[in-house]
């Protein structure tokens, strides 16, 4: 492809976008894209990752998959996230690369369209979800490709690891982010209004519907219904919510009109529903229809790297803003384990702040329970029963942990009976 068919090309297309030759050099580049950054393209000498990310290097030597790397190693498209310096900060964006091949089969340079992932952000100053890890960008990458569709998403992930931020993310950033936004808590959903509480109701349909009322599906009309803990769903109702979204119709209660409904579903569990399925406890024809597009958000176990950066956001919009933290402050709660995941750490930062005397925060001001993290990786000297380290372990957790005890079963890999069991044998209590 020759420069001025390339520039033509490009000019024509809705994002920033700009051609480059094998050796990363820019040969065209349209007006969206020159928007974007404050560094000049040279065409013919400038390099994509010179005015992108400020490099003197391709992106795979910095840390980051190089999608023209992947294009030459593949001979397809690739698609990676990463953070570019661009007018506005450092800003996410999700890259299309695409080989340009001539009629000898030969790759004569790269076609890049960028897309800007507004949900996102490697600045802590700001209200996006947070972060730059490699798992971080995987799940990004994830919510970009389901949001351009009306797939329904299943979010996967240990309790606190955000599903809420995500689901809404994936709302704001669809087609349909101008309707409603209807979130429904399955845990606390009563089973003997859950039809009233989805469908509505005609006045009189049962005794103290002394009015009509509309339901949550009809609220959500052309937006986005999220099913928060879609796993504690009752059997009984499960039938309901298939029947729902096989026919994408439903009557009120007391109403003989059938309704045609109109919204995305997107559903969040902590909670292993394939394991759930195998007990018996959640339908699998449910779960296929709910698991269209399943989206895994990694734990801070997982996303260490992104920690210091998620205190300080969470210092930011604190009512002690005018703190920060100290570098030492800052390891220490990077190798921290959190089990509570992104709401322990936020609740870590908010306590530290008020222990803290002084606008700096040291690894004194942390609250006492971090220290505990460092007894649990300390070698045990001599030999021990395993019921005394069982013992030992259990009784850290009833000190450090606030998460409800089904949810530390789970963590566990046992059934909360046999967790309350344990606790008896060892004279402990969980609180």
Excluded: W
């Amino acid at each position: 492809m020759n420069t001025a068919v390339a520039q033509t090309m490009i000019e024509a297309l809705e994002k920033p976008a700009i051609f480059i030759d094998t050796n990363y050099k820019i040969l065209a580049v349209n007006s969206l894209y020159k928007d974007c950054y404050d560094g000049e393209v040279v065409l013919g000498k400038s390099r994509c990752f010179e005015i992108s990310h400020g490099h003197k290097s391709s992106c795979d030597k910095h840390g980051e998959a190089c999608p023209i790397q992947e294009c030459k190693s593949t001979g397809r498209s690739s698609s990676v996230v990463h953070i570019h310096n661009t007018k506005k900060g450092k800003t996410y964006c999700d890259i299309i690369m695409k080989p340009v091949i001539d009629a000898d089969g030969i790759t004569t340079g790269f076609l890049e369209i960028l897309e800007r992932v507004d949900f996102a952000s490697a600045d802590p100053n700001t209200s996006k979800i947070i972060g730059s890890s490699l798992p971080f960008k995987k799940m990004l990458s994830n919510i970009n490709s389901a949001a351009k569709a009306d797939i329904a998403v299943l979010l996967q992930g240990e309790t606190g690891t955000g599903k809420e931020l995500v689901a809404k993310a994936l709302h704001d950033s669809s087609k349909r982010a101008k309707k409603p936004y209807v979130v429904i808590e399955c845990t606390g959903l009563n089973e003997n209004l859950f039809e009233s509480e989805l469908f509505g109701h005609e006045k009189g349909a049962f005794t103290g519907a002394t009015s009509s009322k509309t339901g949550l599906i009809e609220v959500a009309r052309g937006g986005t219904v999220f099913f928060d803990e879609i796993a504690d769903v009752p059997l009984s109702m499960q039938v309901k919510l298939l029947r729902l979204l096989e026919t994408q119709c439903y009557r009120t209660v007391g109403g003989l009109k059938l309704v045609k409904a109109d919204f995305r579903l997107i559903c969040a569990t902590h909670k292993d529903l394939l394991d759930l399925v195998e007990k018996g406890l959640f339908r699998i024809d449910l779960y296929y229809r709910i698991a269209g597009f399943p989206i895994k958000l990694p734990s801070l176990c997982e996303r260490k790297e992104d920690i210091p950066d998620l205190a300080k956001h969470f210092l930011k919009r604190s009512e002690m803003n005018h703190k920060r933290f100290s570098v030492e402050a800052l390891n220490v709660l990077k190798n921290q384990n959190f089990a509570g995941n992104i709401r322990e750490l936020k609740n870590i930062v908010e306590q530290s702040a008020l222990l803290a005397p002084e606008d700096k925060i040291e690894t004194n001001d942390l609250p006492e329970r971090i220290g505990l993290h460092k007894e649990r990786v300390t070698p045990v000297k001599g030999i021990v029963t395993l019921d005394a380290m069982e013992k030992h372990y259990l009784s850290q957790l009833c000190e450090e942990q606030r998460i409800p005890i089904e949810d530390l079963a789970s963590a566990l890999d046992v059934s909360t009976r046999t967790l309350y069991r344990k606790f008896q044998k060892f004279g402990l209590k969980y609180e």
